[in-house]
C-alpha cells in the first residue's frame, strides 16, 4: 500500500521514504542555517554554503567550505549537531531495520516478503531495535562526551561550559562518524595528545561497526563462534584494515616532517593509528593531509570507499562487501565450487548484490571525479581524494573544499548524498527484488580474461 509523503508525494517503497526523509531533513537544516542568528556577524549564509553544510552533516560526512568553529554561532552549531544526530542516528536506525527485515525474508521467503510490503512489520522487533540503537547510541556518546569534557577542563584549562559544550559536540561527531570539529584545524591541535585521539577513535570505530553486530558482541561478548556470519566478517574486515593502514600510514609518514617525522615515538604510532580510523569514515585528522604522501592519499582513498560496517553510521560500500568480493576472488583462483567462510556458505543473490554495489560505487566515484576534474582547476589526485571523501561520506579533504566553485560543490553534495542513501536503498531494493523464475536459459559460457 503506497504512502502519502511529503508534497503529498505517494511512496510505494521503503528507499522512497529514505530519500525523502534525507532531502527534507537537508531542506529544513539549510533553511534554518540560512537565518542571521546562525552565523557570526551581520547577514546571513550564502545559500549554496547553507545547503552544502546541511548536507554535509544530515550524510554525516564532515567536509565545511566555511570554518565551523568560528564562521557559525553558537546556535548555527547546535544545528549541526542537531543535523548530525539526526543523520547518524535516523540512518543507522533505518539500516538496521533494513538489516533485520532482510534476514526474516530470507528466512521466512514470500511470507516476509508480503508482509513487509504490506507494512505489517512486527512491533516488538521494532520496539526492540530502536530501543538497541537508542541505548547504544546514548552510551559510548555519553561516555566519550565525559572523557573529552573532563580533558579539555584539565589539560586544555576550558571553562567547565565550553568543555562541556567541546565534549558532547565532538562525542555525537565521532560516533557519527561525521567528523565536524570546533577547532579550526580540526584534530591537529591534538596530534601530541592521545588520549582525545584515542578517545575519538575508539567512539568512531564502535559506530562503525554497526548496530547488528553490537547485538552479538553485546550478547556473546566471549563467544565470537555464535557470532553470525555478518558480525564476523564485518569484525575481521576492520581489524584488517585497522592494522594494515596504521602499518603502512606509519611508515609511509615517518620521516615526513610535516605530518609524523616531528613528533614522538608513541605520538607518532597514535596518529598512525588515528589515521587508519578515520577514513573510516570519520573525517578527524590530526595532520596535514595536504602535506601528506601520495602512498598516504593512495591507502586512504581506498580506505575511505570501502567505508565502514554496514547499519552503521559509516559510508562507503561497507566492509562485509568488500569482504565478500575478496571471498569470491578467493574462492575462484583456488578452483572451489562454492564461496565461503567460517563454515557458511555465501548464496549466489548475496554475492551479486555484493558486486552490484562495488560496480555502482566505482560508477559514481568515476563520474563524480570527472566532474569535479571538468568544474575545478585542481590536479586528478586531489579531485579523486576529494571525491572519495565525499562518497564515502569520510570529510577527509587535502584542502580544495573551501577553494571550489559552485558547481563543483554541487557535485560533492550528490556525491554525499549518493554515498550516504545510495548503498542503503539499493541494497534494500536488490533484496526487495529477488523473485523466482519457472525457467532457465541454455548455458552458455563465453571467453573470461
Not at 43 to 54: H, K, M, N, Q, R
Not at 156 to 170: C, I, K, Q, S, T
Not at 234 to 251: E, F, N, P, S
Amino acid at each position: 500500500m503506497a504512502r502519502t509523503g511529503i508534497f503529498g508525494i505517494r511512496l510505494n517503497h521503503p528507499a522512497q521514504v529514505i530519500v525523502v526523509a534525507f532531502l527534507a531533513a537537508i531542506g529544513v537544516g539549510g533553511a534554518i542555517l540560512m537565518l542571521p542568528v546562525a552565523t557570526v556577524g551581520a547577514g546571513s549564509a550564502p545559500p549554496i554554503t547553507a545547503l552544502f553544510t546541511a548536507t554535509s552533516a544530515v550524510c554525516v560526512t564532515g567536509l565545511i567550505t566555511v570554518d565551523t568553529a568560528t564562521y557559525w554561532s553558537g546556535f548555527g552549531q547546535g544545528v549541526i549537531l542537531l543535523l548530525i544526530q539526526l543523520g547518524g542516528f535516523g540512518i543507522m536506525t533505518l539500516a538496521s531495520l533494513a538489516a533485520l527485515f532482510v534476514s526474516h525474508k530470507l528466512r521466512l521467503k514470500g511470507r516476509m516478503l508480503a508482509r513487509a510490503e504490506t507494512g505489517a512489520l512486527d512491533l516488538g522487533d521494532v520496539r526492540r531495535v530502536l530501543l538497541g540503537v537508542v541505548k547504544i547510541t546514548v552510551l559510548f556518546e555519553s561516555v566519550a562526551a565525559i572523557l573529552l569534557t573532563i580533558r579539555f577542563l584539565v589539560a586544555y584549562d576550558e571553562a567547565p561550559l565550553r568543555a562541556a559544550w567541546l565534549g558532547v559536540f565532538h562525542a555525537v561527531s565521532a560516533f557519527n562518524n561525521a567528523g565536524f570539529a570546533l577547532f579550526s584545524d580540526n584534530l591537529i591541535g591534538f596530534s601530541g595528545d592521545p588520549i582525545v585521539l584515542l578517545v575519538v577513535a575508539v567512539t568512531v570505530i564502535a559506530g562503525g561497526l554497526g548496530f547488528p553486530v553490537m547485538l552479538d558482541i553485546r550478547n556473546e561478548p566471549r563467544r565470537w563462534r555464535r557470532w553470525t556470519l555478518h558480525s564476523k566478517l564485518t569484525v575481521g574486515m576492520t581489524l584488517v584494515l585497522l592494522v594494515a593502514g596504521t602499518l603502512v600510514i606509519t611508515l609511509a609518514e615517518w620521516s615526513n616532517p610535516a605530518t609524523l617525522g616531528g613528533l614522538s615515538g608513541i605520538d607518532t604510532a597514535t596518529n598512525g593509528f588515528f589515521a587508519s580510523v578515520t577514513p573510516r569514515t570519520a573525517g578527524f585528522n590530526s595532520f596535514d593531509y595536504g602535506q601528506a604522501n601520495e602512498s598516504t592519499l593512495l591507502l586512504t582513498t581506498l580506505l575511505m570507499f570501502i567505508g565502514g560496517g554496514a547499519a552503521s553510521t559509516a559510508g562507503g560500500i561497507k566492509v562485509t562487501t568488500a569482504a565478500v568480493i575478496g571471498l569470491m576472488v578467493w574462492a575462484e583462483l583456488r578452483g572451489d565450487p562454492d564461496v565461503s567462510r567460517f563454515g557458511r556458505r555465501l548464496p549466489p543473490n548475496a554475492q551479486r548484490q555484493a558486486l552490484t554495489v562495488v560496480v555502482c560505487g566505482l560508477a559514481a566515484l568515476f563520474v563524480g571525479n570527472v566532474s569535479l576534474i571538468a568544474f575545478s582547476p585542481f590536479d586528478i589526485g586531489d579531485t579523486l581524494f576529494e571525491a572519495a571523501s565525499a562518497f564515502g561520506t569520510v570529510g577527509l579533504t587535502t584542502g580544495i573544499t573551501h577553494l571550489l566553485a559552485a558547481p563543483a560543490q554541487l557535485v560533492l553534495m550528490i556525491l554525499m548524498f549518493i554515498g550516504r542513501v545510495g548503498p542503503i536503498t539499493l541494497g534494500t531494493a536488490l533484496v526487495l527484488r529477488e523473485r523466482g523464475r519457472l525457467y532457465r536459459f541454455p548455458e552458455e559460457r563465453p571467453i573470461v580474461g
